[in-house]
């Protein structure tokens, strides 16, 4: 069993064996009475490098020997190995043949933060939102039938990306293809089965075993020239194995289940996954790990330590600097909101696709218990609950991050707006996250919102007018929308009444000559600073649908050129609208659009995405006065 450790090391660990197991080519060579050892050394380099860079944690302590079973058994890259989400896919990047460049991990030019197709030939399928695994998986089990070749499929998911309906629609259709592939249900939380110990280790060896198979398809030929028989025989097997493991509903889906066993049992899963490597048809083995194994304190605070932030030096007290003094996060701010406005309204509902840390919905939760609902990973089914709650007299709240939003779209459009109800969308993580890259950024909701009918969708520049457009979009008749980023803003007080603003109106923030920057969303610090320097106009839109149009008009009648800023996609995006409502009124007016670009800005820290995408302070301003130089004199 794995030794457990109580510190994260600070200098890096001896690890011989896992040396010698650079690749999948090298763990191959070694004994399988190593692989113990190796994975000792393996959890002590994991604990070791993401002290170094920070990252996801908890997860890929608890598939360590099911990451060394799998490339130890499977004959990667060339047999496909899925990973679900990819939170748990650190040992695999470290086994992979990218162990020294660990230590890049989540920075610019580094290591992605979960698989990606173009950094290795061991990631098979890029990931970053969960639940894809069994669907690409199965891609690739038909696509390796249609070639004719031997090669295998398997998908990693855990008991909580189960969750979500595209698992089961692939568990379905991989069924009914009769698809030759094996999906690991990798079970850290108990969600399904308490199952685990001897009993069911035993048992999974002999369901998994070639003797069984073979001795299951004779019977079946023999019992099947028996009107009836076979049928029985095979309720008599099902309700036998239902007794012991929780497979029934696997089995009824088509699938060969195996299992639970235990996930952190070496010998048990190799001699498994060796058993059910050749065996034909969808294949399904559910193993149980801990979350956070092998690390004490994760293993007592999964949650806590589901990712950490990089080991800091250690520093004396003489050393140490004081902090500087930063504003609430938003996820905060909204978290407040939440509890105050459930005070005062009994209708409000808070519904979140299992973000309830991430959104900040904890304190909402312990208050109003009987009023909170975490769906789990089921953006989807997020989004039409509240639709079905707001036909019958609730006032749902759905907090969600941006990306995940995109995975609802047609419930967005379909189940809510068409409808015209009164679903409120608290959607965090708005524009570029950092060091998780472009599968988490939210770079698009602008764009894909304004588009809606009926839609308002509005942009806060600081904390205080986060608060103040939860409470417009709550009271708002249909449905709306607050998009704010993660993060800290710039500590603006907040008024705690619950007051809304005037629907489509922006506010002049300063009074400039020439240029009129036109501010929506938190750009509003370094455009008044650029303001200041360039003696311009600036603006708070505040609303991107609907837009200030009397104001855009006033702006376009007394400045030579409009700057729009957004952290959002340009194309489709708030200052699209701007130039829609021109083109449309016939006004001809320089513009200048300032965003996100049309390609994926990848993983760093985000000021160092914002001044690659010129949305900083010295960006702004240098696009502005280029602009500028290009006006005809």
Request: hydrophobic letters at 40%; glycine letters at 10%.
């Amino acid at each position: 069993m794995p030794t457990t450790f109580h510190e994260i090391p600070r200098e890096r660990p001896a690890t011989p064996l896992l040396d010698r197991a650079e690749t999948p080519v090298g763990l191959r060579r070694l004994a399988e009475s190593e692989l113990e050892t190796l994975a000792d050394e393996l959890r002590q380099y994991l604990l070791y490098s993401v002290g170094q860079t920070g990252g996801h944690f908890g997860a890929g302590l608890g598939v360590i020997e099911l990451t060394i079973a799998l490339h130890y058994i499977f004959d990667t890259p060339d047999d496909r190995l899925v990973w679900d989400v990819g939170h748990q896919a650190y040992p695999h990047k470290i086994l992979t043949g990218r162990r020294e460049r660990m230590g890049s991990l989540r920075q610019k030019d580094g290591l992605a933060a979960f698989p990606r197709r173009s950094e290795s030939e061991y990631d098979t399928f890029g990931v970053g939102h969960s639940s894809t695994s069994i669907s690409a998986a199965l891609g690739m089990a038909i696509a390796a039938k249609l070639q004719n070749s031997r090669r295998k499929a398997v998908a990693v998911i855990g008991d909580g990306a189960l969750t979500a309906g595209m698992a089961f629609e692939a568990l379905n259709h991989a069924s009914d293809v009769k698809a030759n592939m094996l999906v690991v249900l990798n079970d850290n939380d108990m969600s399904i089965s308490k199952n685990v110990g001897g009993l069911s280790n035993y048992l999974a060896k002999i369901i998994s075993s070639r003797t069984y198979s073979s001795m299951r398809e004779g019977s079946k030929k023999i019992l099947s020239r028996l009107p009836g028989a076979w049928e029985i025989a095979r309720k008599v097997e099902e309700h036998a194995k239902g007794m012991l493991v929780p497979g029934t509903l696997f089995e009824e889906l088509g699938w060969n289940y195996v299992g639970p066993i235990d996930g952190h049992d070496l010998p048990t899963l190799l001699a498994t996954l060796r058993n059910m490597r050749d065996l034909e048809g969808p294949q399904f083995l559910h193993v149980v790990t801990k979350k956070g194994k092998g690390f004490a304190p994760a293993e007592a605070d999964p949650i806590g330590y589901h990712a950490i932030t990089k080991l800091e030096p250690i520093k004396t007290a003489a050393s140490e600097e004081p902090k500087k003094v930063s504003g609430p996060k938003y996820s905060a701010v909204f978290g407040q909101w939440l509890c105050d406005m459930a005070a005062a309204d009994p209708r409000l509902v808070g519904i979140t696709p299992a973000m309830k840390e991430g959104s900040d919905l904890v304190a909402f939760a312990d208050k109003f218990p009987e009023r909170y609902f975490d769906v789990a990973i089921a953006e989807q089914h997020a989004v039409t609950l509240a639709a079905g709650m707001a036909c019958d007299g609730a006032k749902p709240v759905v907090a969600i991050y941006s990306t995940f939003l995109q995975r609802a779209y047609d419930q967005l459009i379909h189940d809510v707006a068409v409808q015209h109800l009164d679903v409120l969308f608290a959607i965090d993580r708005a524009g570029l996250v950092g060091e998780d890259g472009p599968t988490h950024a939210g770079s698009f909701d602008i764009s894909y919102l304004r588009c809606i009918p009926g839609m308002l969708v509005m942009t806060p520049s600081d904390e205080n007018e986060l608060r103040q457009m939860l409470t417009t979009g709550y009271h708002f008749d249909g449905p709306a929308a607050v998009r704010y980023p993660r993060g800290s803003g710039p500590n603006t007080p907040i008024d705690p009444a619950l007051e809304s603003l005037e629907i489509g109106k922006g506010l002049v923030r300063r009074r400039g000559q020439k240029t009129a920057l036109l501010v929506f969303g938190v750009q509003l610090a370094e455009a008044l600073k650029v303001g200041e320097t360039l003696d311009a106009t600036v603006v708070d839109m505040r609303f991107v649908k609907p837009l200030d149009e009397a104001l855009v008009r006033e702006l376009t009648a007394s400045h030579e050129l409009l700057v729009t800023i957004e952290e959002n996609v340009i194309m489709g995006g708030a200052g699209s609208a701007v130039s829609e409502f021109l083109a449309q009124q016939g006004l001809l007016k320089p513009v200048l659009h300032l965003g996100l670009p049309d390609s994926y800005v990848e993983h760093a820290k985000p000021a160092q995405m914002l001044a690659e995408c010129g949305l900083d302070e010295a960006g702004i301003e240098a696009a502005v006065r280029q602009r500028l130089a290009q006006l005809p004199t």
